[in-house]
């Protein structure tokens, strides 16, 4: 069993900035990736950042240019620095870690923008 933990959320205002952080522990076998995902209140679960199989990082394109998903294999920990915050980027930060044969999600950091 991987735990999860998600943590860096809070009350921002526009223009602001934030820092996410995800630590995966427990893990028997090689996490394969680590990516961030996000739901707003009504809507669906929708990628933010992550890694493709060759370790580039992809970006869903509202987080293009303002966010900044990194990671630290040796703390099994990743990333996500948020800037220039909009209210519509309020919602609950997932982080999802895969390993061979599942895949493991956090309880949720939420983030809220707001003036």
């Known amino acids: 069993q991987v735990q999860v933990v998600e943590s860096g959320g809070g009350l921002v205002q526009p223009g602001g900035s934030l820092r996410l952080s995800c630590a995966a522990s427990?893990?028997?076998?090689?996490?394969?990736?680590m990516a961030w995902y996000r739901q707003a209140p009504g809507t669906q679960r929708e990628p933010v950042a992550g890694?493709?199989?060759?370790?580039?990082?992809n970006y869903a394109d509202f987080a293009k240019g303002r966010f900044t998903i990194s990671r630290d294999n040796a703390q099994n920990t990743v990333y996500l620095q948020m800037n220039s915050l909009k209210p519509e980027d309020t919602a609950v930060y997932y982080c999802?870690?895969?390993?061979?044969?599942?895949?493991?999600w956090g309880h949720g950091t939420q983030v809220t923008v707001s003036s």
């Open positions: 890694f493709t199989s060759g370790g580039s990082t």
């Open positions: 427990g893990a028997r076998f090689t996490i394969n990736n």
């Open positions: 999802k870690v895969t390993v061979p044969l599942a895949e493991y």
